[in-house]
């Protein structure tokens, strides 16, 4: 099964990487690895995380004002959906593993480009794709878009002969 994204290019970070072709002619990710990316970058977003880049002129102390932005209680301002937002973010991150989650956050939250990533976490140089593949593939499997195969009990390996393999035993030497 192939999944085709609809792709809005200027908006996605993985776009590129998506459209753009190897030297085989095939793209560097696939529609499963890229739709897991941007369905993680909505959750980011909706999960109002990002740091504000905005300068704001209300009031800081005082009466009234902005006093809740000092208060431990922002929560309890969140909407819904920002909370099961933050949640399913915090899932995603926990089922791709701490080695993982720094390049899906880098590239596809916060939209670092590769250079900028691999020195942020320590990669080496031109590493940032092949990581960032690999994350991409076990969030992915995490959001059910590549299923696994589980092998059976009946498939589990016993020996490594073929079924209908019989070993010949030889005979006893009796002297």
Not at 79 to 106: K, M, P, W
Not at 153 to 158: F, L, R, V, Y
């Amino acid at each position: 099964m192939t999944y085709e994204p609809n792709i809005e290019a200027s908006e996605s970070p993985l776009s590129r990487l998506y459209l753009r072709k190897d030297n085989a002619g095939k793209s560097y990710i696939d529609g499963r690895q890229f739709i897991a990316g941007e369905r993680l970058r909505k959750d980011f977003e909706l999960a109002h995380m990002a740091p504000r880049v905005t300068a704001s002129y209300a009031e800081s102390s005082g009466s009234g004002g902005r006093h809740w932005q000092m208060s431990d209680n922002a929560i309890s301002r969140m909407s819904d959906n920002t909370i099961a937002a933050r949640e399913r973010l915090h899932c995603a991150f926990s089922a791709v593993g701490a080695e993982l989650s720094g390049i899906l956050y880098q590239v596809c939250c916060v939209s670092a480009g590769f250079e900028k990533a691999e020195l942020i976490l320590a990669l080496p140089p031109r590493s940032g794709k092949a990581v960032l593949a690999l994350a991409l593939t076990r969030l992915a499997r995490h959001y059910g878009l590549i299923i696994t195969r589980k092998p059976s009990p009946k498939d589990a390996i016993s020996s490594w002969a073929v079924d209908d393999y019989r070993p010949t035993l030889m005979p006893r030497h009796v002297p």
